[in-house]
């Protein structure tokens, strides 16, 4: 993700950036832009076509058409939000959960517990790599200590890996429980971290694999070209040879609305504009290091 200032204008405004949807769409920009210089150059200077009712009825299509496409661009966009949104919500959510989950056993354990503290250290921020893995590839990495902590050996690289994770650690707070290190209350007070830990997990998924339907991504890139290559045949009349400006100029507004939110619809990738879930995996173990360390 981008860091930037937001109230910086002239860098916002005059920089171009690898997300820049003027460097994704210039071959389409110059292909329309020919394309209406074409059409313009047809009407006006070969066929030597002039306004009539036919071509103002067509204007007047496109006026109409053009009320449709916006309510149709604001509706993906904010839709495209949501999903980003709600995504950072989720990850800001887990945060705290394992912020909470590090106090709550740092003040159960005993101070002289070093491999249960250790093994609480390593193993919360463990479930947020593992989700930031499971999130963005097929696989997962783990971080093994088998040494201290056997059960870090045994996690199946081919499995879910955050349901590994988190039935570890409710493993292993059990067993404190059953050992007498911790009360049945204080067993009870973790329960809602240990939770929350599989309920981010789904919802991070739901956002991950319920994408856009097709059909209406599709219907949206297809409604733009059409209503972009029909513009010069009604607005040449009215404004000439400046429709090879116009023209692709209204696709590049179109388009790049479509290209934001398809490059936003799916937050846990590596686009400049997606959540960085990287670092805030490495400030939950940062956090979680300081608390019980």
Same mark, same amino acid.
């Not at 059409?39 to 009712?53: G, Q």
């Not at 159960?108 to 893995?133: C, G, M, Q, S, W």
């Not at 059960?151 to 570890?168: R, T």
């Not at 116009?246 to 479509?258: C, R």
């Given at each position: 993700?981008?860091?930037?200032?937001?109230?910086?204008?002239?860098?916002?405004?005059? %920089?171009?950036? *690898?997300?820049? !949807?003027?460097?994704?769409?210039? &071959?389409?920009?110059?292909?329309?832009?020919? $394309?209406?210089?074409?059409?313009?150059?047809?009407?006006?200077?070969?066929?030597?076509?002039? /306004?009539?009712? !036919?071509?103002?009825?067509?204007?007047?299509?496109?006026?109409?058409?053009?009320?449709?496409?916006?309510?149709?661009?604001?509706?993906?966009?904010?839709?495209?939000? #949501? *999903?980003?949104?709600?995504?950072?919500?989720?990850?800001?959510? +887990?945060?705290?959960?394992? *912020?909470?989950?590090?106090?709550?056993?740092?003040? $159960?354990?005993?101070?002289?517990?070093?491999?249960?503290?250790?093994?609480?250290?390593?193993?919360?921020?463990?479930?947020? #790599? !593992?989700?930031?893995?499971?999130?963005? %590839?097929? !696989?997962?990495?783990?971080? +093994? #200590?088998?040494? /201290?902590?056997?059960?870090?050996?045994?996690?199946?690289?081919?499995?879910?890996?955050?349901?590994?994770?988190?039935?570890?650690?409710?493993?292993?707070?059990?067993?404190?429980?059953? /050992?007498?290190?911790?009360?049945?209350?204080?067993?009870?007070?973790?329960?809602?971290?240990?939770?929350?830990?599989?309920?981010?997990?789904?919802?991070?998924?739901?956002?991950?694999?319920? &994408?856009?339907?097709? %059909? $209406?991504? %599709?219907?949206?890139?297809?409604?733009?070209? @059409?209503?972009?290559?029909?513009?010069?045949?009604? $607005?040449?009349?009215?404004?000439?040879?400046?429709?090879?400006?116009?023209?692709?100029?209204?696709?590049?507004?179109?388009?790049?609305?479509?290209? @934001?939110?398809?490059?936003?619809?799916?937050?846990?990738?590596? #686009?400049?504009?997606? +959540?960085?879930?990287?670092?805030?995996?490495?400030?939950? *173990?940062?956090?979680?290091?300081?608390?019980?360390?």
């Amino acid at each position: 993700m981008i860091a930037y200032n937001p109230k910086d204008w002239f860098q916002s405004t005059f %920089s171009l950036h *690898r997300s820049d !949807t003027a460097r994704k769409l210039f &071959p389409l920009l110059l292909a329309i832009a020919i $394309y209406s210089l074409a059409i313009a150059f047809w009407e006006l200077e070969y066929l030597n076509l002039s /306004e009539n009712t !036919t071509i103002r009825n067509i204007n007047i299509v496109h006026s109409l058409l053009g009320f449709a496409m916006s309510i149709l661009l604001v509706f993906r966009t904010n839709t495209a939000y #949501d *999903r980003w949104w709600e995504a950072r919500k989720q990850w800001g959510t +887990l945060t705290n959960i394992s *912020r909470t989950l590090a106090i709550k056993m740092n003040a $159960y354990l005993n101070k002289e517990d070093k491999v249960n503290r250790n093994f609480y250290i390593k193993a919360i921020p463990l479930f947020a #790599d !593992t989700l930031f893995d499971h999130l963005r %590839s097929n !696989t997962t990495r783990f971080m +093994l #200590d088998e040494k /201290e902590h056997p059960e870090f050996g045994s996690l199946n690289e081919q499995k879910h890996g955050p349901n590994q994770v988190a039935s570890m650690i409710f493993e292993r707070t059990n067993n404190l429980y059953k /050992e007498g290190l911790i009360t049945g209350d204080q067993l009870i007070l973790v329960n809602d971290e240990l939770h929350s830990l599989t309920d981010i997990c789904g919802a991070c998924e739901r956002i991950k694999n319920t &994408p856009i339907p097709m %059909s $209406y991504s %599709s219907f949206i890139k297809k409604f733009i070209f @059409i209503y972009v290559l029909t513009l010069p045949v009604g $607005y040449v009349f009215s404004i000439g040879y400046f429709v090879i400006a116009a023209v692709p100029f209204i696709f590049y507004v179109m388009a790049s609305l479509e290209l @934001i939110a398809e490059s936003i619809e799916d937050p846990f990738g590596t #686009d400049p504009d997606d +959540l960085p879930i990287e670092k805030l995996s490495n400030n939950i *173990r940062k956090h979680v290091g300081e608390l019980i360390g």
